[in-house]
């Protein structure tokens, strides 16, 4: 790694360093903190330089553990930090660079250690190093009793209360950083924490007025996207000598003991990663998902939770209700653009979804935006790339989707937005389509993928739950939306025959059959040959005729045939016999969806019509399967009525003609023959406990993204290394 490496690993011999994890008590007022504090450097961001940092540091924790309860030189740092905290307000608005340059300082040591302490220690140990005392070895004063709560409230007032400038970003960065690694005890331990002590101070006390002000610094911070200042900026100017981290103080300042203290140097260059985002906004927004998941207490529920729920536009002017105390404003129109451009990460997806699920404002607000294709493109794409997105990204956007296509609004507007040139959706050049049917589009591609796939059934069935909620509201669908509906539907109509066939006569080789779906692509787009399809009618007529007499009872005797075939009551079942229900029941909600649209809208959408003929021979199929007749039967009627138009129409008809037919016969087909069905709305719902997925996924989100932070991978408990 060269000098900044070395520079790194030579920090445990550092004099400062070992002085304040020494035996000798260093009180507040010692000249020591002005010589410990007189340092520069840019915070290392690559894993190695971090990855070394964190050795170096647990060296010096050590020590400092083992010589604390008698020196109390930790609280001692703290309480020189805490005094510096007092004018950092006066000094940002002075430019007093000085001033700002050692407080950084002190909180980035502070954070460096108290980072080591709680993934080594429980937090009953850690509080009583902040209760030690210099001058009574191992007591406790009452004074330095609440000095973790004082800690807390001054970096909180320090994110709220100092303004966001060159010179103090750096110092609003660390003292966001250092909030998180307060509450990154959850890390080590496997079980949800629900009665944490630093969550009490939090939630209680001192910290509590200021919920709303962080949660709204926070989100402005978000919002802001502010990029790191250049190097240097918060600091004095370099000696020339390339080595010079040193300056001037006049209570005087070591000349050369902190020249290894440069950590990556400040004229090292950022990652290309860190170039292109705002680690202040980036930290900012993670600590606003682990304070807004944290879980609630008895007596309490979780402030920042009802911070987040509340909040109202700055256009609002109805009056705040005195039964929520957290209540703020925020402009609507800033926060949207910026969560439409974040979506990439995951931690911008999961705020959209609780800002969608549990704040009725924001919610209206997204519905109420006439460029909803802003907001929605982005999600498409987390779907349509699936294959790189982690599962709990996909299901974040997923269930976005779901959220939206609640409101019927929502469901007719994104059919009345014209897209051009959808780049990244490469199965099918689309110069012009709706993002109506671009949404259908990408949805069926992601069932596809998850039944061929990981075969989620969690994720099919909230992908099926957004397609019905729109099947009522389908307009004008493109073409080939209209046609990926009705061959994905019939690609299920296959594969259920063939898993029949195989549960059914386990035995048996039907090698045409096999040959059937061997002709299939993985895609399913290919078409089975004419002959195939004859066969596979007369056979699929005789299964449902056997199924039709005893249906349940039928498929558990096959069922256990299929056991007694491969050995044992204990062996598990092929895929294909596990997959006999799912398939069902995928087939059953994509009938419903097209009964839906051609009940409600059949004159809008001649291209699902035109969709539907063409495959007409294998619907034909199912009238008289037991558990789809009763919603074939507007299918099957459909199918009838505009073949005979066809038929009457004459042979060799052009693709336009039918067309033209087709809307036609919709406007002549009485409504009244179509049987009414109740109207398909699903509606999300949090699993109960929803703290024992979004805890775990937060702080693997922490853990992956967070600017500047390390963790050894062999401490983290919450979850495994592959989860996030």
């Not at 059949?602 to 699902?608: E, G, V």
Request: proline residues 4%; aromatic residues 10%.
């Amino acid at each position: 790694m060269g000098a900044n490496s070395s520079s790194i690993s030579e920090l445990p011999e550092n004099e400062y360093l070992k002085k304040l994890s020494g035996a000798e008590p260093i009180s507040e007022n010692d000249p020591f903190w002005n010589q410990l504090l007189s340092f520069s450097f840019t915070t290392p961001t690559n894993s190695a330089d971090l990855k070394l940092l964190e050795e170096a540091t647990i060296s010096i924790c050590k020590s400092l553990v083992e010589k604390n309860p008698r020196t109390g030189n930790l609280g001692s740092l703290i309480k020189v930090f805490l005094s510096r905290t007092k004018e950092l307000k006066i000094s940002a608005e002075c430019q007093n660079h000085l001033f700002i340059w050692q407080a950084h300082n002190a909180l980035f040591i502070i954070c460096s250690l108290l980072k080591v302490f709680i993934s080594r220690m429980s937090e009953e140990e850690l509080q009583l190093h902040f209760t030690y005392e210099d001058k009574a070895p191992g007591s406790y004063g009452t004074e330095c009793e609440d000095l973790i709560e004082e800690l807390l409230c001054c970096l909180i007032q320090l994110i709220v209360e100092i303004p966001l400038l060159d010179i103090t970003y750096s110092i609003s960065l660390e003292a966001v950083t250092t909030l998180i690694v307060f509450l990154s005890c959850q890390l080590f331990r496997k079980e949800i924490l629900r009665d944490s002590i630093v969550h009490k101070y939090l939630m209680r006390g001192r910290c509590l007025p200021y919920t709303s002000r962080l949660v709204k610094t926070l989100l402005y911070n978000f919002i802001r996207q502010e990029r790191r200042p250049p190097p240097g900026t918060h600091v004095f100017q370099q000696q020339s000598d390339g080595g010079g981290l040193l300056y001037g103080i006049a209570s005087g300042v070591a000349t050369g003991l902190w020249t290894v203290f440069t950590l990556g140097g400040v004229g090292s260059k950022p990652t290309p990663q860190l170039e292109q985002c705002s680690p202040l906004a980036n930290q900012s927004l993670l600590l606003l998902l682990v304070l807004a998941n944290l879980t609630d207490a008895p007596d309490t529920p979780n402030p920042y939770r009802q911070a987040i729920m509340s909040f109202r536009n700055t256009q609002d002017s109805t009056a705040f209700s005195s039964s929520n105390p957290h209540a703020f404003q925020i402009n609507f129109n800033s926060l949207y653009t910026a969560l439409c451009d974040q979506q990439k990460s995951d931690q911008a997806t999961l705020l959209l979804y609780m800002l969608l699920h549990q704040n009725g404002n924001v919610r209206t607000y997204v519905l109420a935006r006439t460029d909803i294709e802003n907001l929605v493109l982005p999600i498409l794409e987390i779907l349509y790339h699936v294959e790189e997105r982690n599962s709990h990204h996909v299901y974040m956007a997923l269930i976005i989707l779901l959220i939206l296509t609640e409101d019927d609004g929502f469901n007719r507007s994104i059919h009345e937005v014209i897209l051009k040139n959808i780049t990244w959706y490469a199965e099918r050049v689309l110069t012009e389509i709706s993002l109506g049917s671009l949404l259908i589009l990408v949805v069926i591609r992601t069932i596809q993928y998850n039944m061929t796939r990981t075969r989620d059934k969690y994720l099919h069935t909230n992908c099926l739950a957004a397609l019905a909620n729109m099947s009522a509201q389908f307009r004008s669908l493109h073409q080939y939306a209209a046609q990926r509906i009705i061959s994905y539907t019939c690609r299920h109509l296959r594969r259920y025959v063939y898993v029949l066939d195989k549960l059914y006569f386990p035995h048996s080789h039907c090698s045409t059959l096999q040959h059937c779906f061997s002709t299939l692509s993985d895609n399913g787009e290919e078409l089975l040959s004419l002959t195939c399809s004859h066969i596979l009618r007369s056979y699929a007529s005789s299964l449902f005729s056997l199924l039709s007499k005893k249906h349940n009872k039928v498929l558990e005797q096959a069922t256990q045939s299929l056991r007694g075939s491969v050995g044992s009551n204990d062996s598990p079942l092929p895929d294909y016999a596990q997959d006999l229900n799912v398939i069902e029941e995928v087939i059953r909600m994509m009938l419903e969806i097209i009964n839906s649209c051609l009940t409600n809208s059949l004159h809008h959408n001649p291209n699902l019509v035109y969709a539907l003929l063409y495959k007409r021979d294998l619907f034909e199929q199912f009238r008289t399967h037991p558990s789809f007749q009763d919603i074939m039967q507007n299918i099957d009627l459909v199918i009838s009525f505009f073949s005979s138009r066809l038929e009457q129409a004459g042979a060799e008809l052009s693709v336009e003609r039918v067309l033209e037919i087709i809307k036609q016969g919709a406007v002549a087909l009485p409504k009244d023959r179509l049987r009414k069905f109740p109207e398909l709305k699903f509606k999300y719902v949090e699993e109960e406990q929803p703290e024992e997925f979004f805890i775990p996924y937060v702080w693997s989100l922490v853990y992956n993204s967070a600017v500047a932070l390390y963790w050894n991978p062999h401490d983290i408990q919450l979850f495994t290394m592959d989860s996030g």
